[in-house]
Each structure stands twice: as structure tokens, then as C-alpha cells.
Nanobody
Framework: QVQLVESGGGLVQAGGSLRLSCAAS????????LGWFRQAPGKEREFVAS????????SYADSVKGRFTISRDIAQNTVYLQMNSLKPEDPAVYYC????????????????WGQGTQVTVSS
């Protein structure tokens, strides 16, 4: 059984920063690629970033490239999403998920999901 628990969401002013954490547990999670998605009200869940099991390979959505950084602490089984220069279009519930499929950007490639953490940006 894989468990993913996100934390670190909150309210921040536009231009500010937040760091999200995803604590992962389970027998195979250390050898799995993990990703972050987000979902705003009335919108589909969208890919934000992903990272390989070793941390050596990362991928980002164009909308966050240059502002967000994904990283992982293998020893702590934790994945982070550092979000800088937050914009009014960034608010959403942010989810951490484990990837089992080929595509990094498609939600159906991920099998286990956390409960999500809310990010709110004030202008």
C-alpha cells in the first residue's frame, strides 16, 4: 500500500513563495517516479511537475517552468515543490501522485494520489 500525504499549502500574496511537501510511504515508492498535479474549481486536473525515482530527471508544465522546482529527498521519502513568483492563476488544490504509466503529464499514468493541499494566492 502506498500513502502520499501533502502539506505546506496556504495563503500567499502574488509574487510570494510556498514550498509543498509530499511524504510518501510504501514498499515500492522509493523506486517510483512521483508527480505534482493541480486542480482549480471547475477545471480539469493538470500536470505541474514530475521527478524520477533517483531525482535525476525532472519535467515541468510550461506554465510553471522557471518558477517552480521539484525535488526529492530519497532518505526521507519526501518530494517537494518549491513555488516562487506565484501568480493569480496558480491557486488550486495541489496533489502528489505516484506514476506507473509512460506519460508524465497524463493523470491516468498515476495510480496513488494524496488528499491534496490548497494553495491560495491573493492579488
Amino acid at each position: 500500500q502506498v500513502q502520499l500525504v501533502e502539506s505546506g499549502g496556504g495563503l500567499v500574496q502574488a509574487g510570494g513563495s510556498l514550498r509543498l511537501s509530499c511524504a510518501a510511504s510504501g514498499r515500492t515508492v522509493a523506486s517510483s517516479s512521483l508527480g505534482w498535479f493541480r486542480q482549480a474549481p471547475g477545471k480539469e486536473r493538470e500536470f505541474v511537475a514530475s521527478i524520477s525515482w533517483s531525482g535525476g530527471s525532472t519535467s515541468y508544465a510550461d506554465s510553471v517552468k522557471g518558477r517552480f522546482t521539484i525535488s526529492r529527498d530519497i532518505a526521507q521519502n519526501t518530494v517537494y515543490l518549491q513555488m516562487n513568483s506565484l501568480k493569480p492563476e496558480d491557486p488550486a488544490v495541489y496533489y502528489c501522485a505516484r506514476r506507473i504509466g509512460c506519460s508524465q503529464i497524463v493523470a491516468t499514468s498515476y495510480d496513488y494520489w494524496g488528499q491534496g493541499t490548497q494553495v491560495t494566492v491573493s492579488s
